[in-house]
């Protein structure tokens, strides 16, 4: 069996880190890009966060003109989505930022989050939950599973990270696996128990996540070709653990200080799903089957 562990938020502490990530990427943005007063950023994301807090469901990681993911499922998703939508509502910044990254891969905003989030990820000290190094031991001595690290990142940041925990072997990373990119024009649909052939899944009556993830898509049925038992454990849903539910993937999703109510009811009540109050949990969960 193939077990893919999120490496942010599932076996760090994101929720430790945020905070330190928004101080950098503030002062980066005022200085580096945009070029106004860091006050008036710190101002502006202190508003804007409060605003996103307040009615999440509202706001959301849009690519590509599909919502990736939502503010509440996440200490850095919703540092993304604050950063995103007040760099987006201010023509001042949109214009500068445009000509900062004028060979933008998704549209200028979404690149520069995008870069801001991994030159900065790369600078904080690794955060990893105590729970973390004894179960990656325990994975790695089980000649039944084939542990690996999954990130939207290339790699080398989660392998740096991961050679401070002095694990027996080395974990192959599965990186670069973009599940934040969307594709309008994806055909693919995917059975729903319920409601059938669907490309969003209505998760609650004010939410529905879009899995027209291709590129995550294309990572996942790599690894079902290498075997056909494989499970994801994650902190979030929308990003990397929508996709793997409907594909019909065992997906264990991890409680964590600021995992919202309607993410665990989504996950207990999907029959592929289960959510863990640890990651001491998972291996019996595991055999459990």
């Known amino acids: 069996m193939i077990v893919i ?59 590509n003109g599909l919502l990736a993911g939502y503010p509440d499922e996440g200490a850095f998703q919703c540092y993304t989505v604050t950063l995103q939508t007040l760099l987006s509502r201010e023509p001042r910044y949109v214009e500068r930022i445009a000509a900062r990254f004028p060979r933008s891969e998704y549209d200028p905003v979404v690149d520069c989050t995008n870069w801001l989030f991994h030159r900065h990820t790369a600078e904080l000290a690794p955060a990893f939950r105590p ?19 999954l990130t939207n990142s290339l790699g080398d940041k989660v392998a740096a990270q991961l050679a401070t925990l002095s694990l027996p072997a080395p ?23 319920t409601l059938g052939e669907i490309q969003a899944w209505p998760v609650t009556g004010e939410r529905r996540i879009d899995l027209r993830r291709p590129a995550y898509h294309a990572a996942l049925q790599r690894m079902l070709a290498r075997d056909p ?13 929508a996709l793997p539910l409907m594909m019909g993937l ?37 055999r459990e089957g």
């Open 250 to 286: 065992r997906f264990f999703l991890l409680r964590t200080p600021y995992t919202p109510p309607w993410c665990r009811q989504t996950v207990s009540d999907h029959p592929r799903g289960r959510v863990l109050g640890s990651l001491s949990e998972l291996p019996a969960a595991l």
């Open 171 to 193: 974990l192959e990373i599965l990186g670069d696996t973009r599940q934040y990119e969307m594709a309008p024009e994806w055909p693919q649909r995917f059975r729903h128990p």
């Open 229 to 241: 038992q494989v499970a994801v454990v994650a902190d979030s849903l929308s990003l990397p653990g």
């Open 5 to 63: 562990l999120d490496f942010d938020g599932t076996l760090t502490a994101e929720e430790d880190q945020a905070p330190s990530l928004a101080r950098r990427a503030l002062r980066t943005l005022a200085s580096d890009v945009l070029e106004v007063p860091i006050m008036e950023l710190v101002q502006a994301y202190r508003r804007t966060r409060a605003e996103i807090l307040a009615a999440p469901w509202r706001f959301g990681w849009h690519v």
């Open 131 to 149: 729970e973390a190094a004894p179960l990656l031991r325990t994975l790695l001595a089980d000649p039944q599973i084939t542990p690996l690290v």
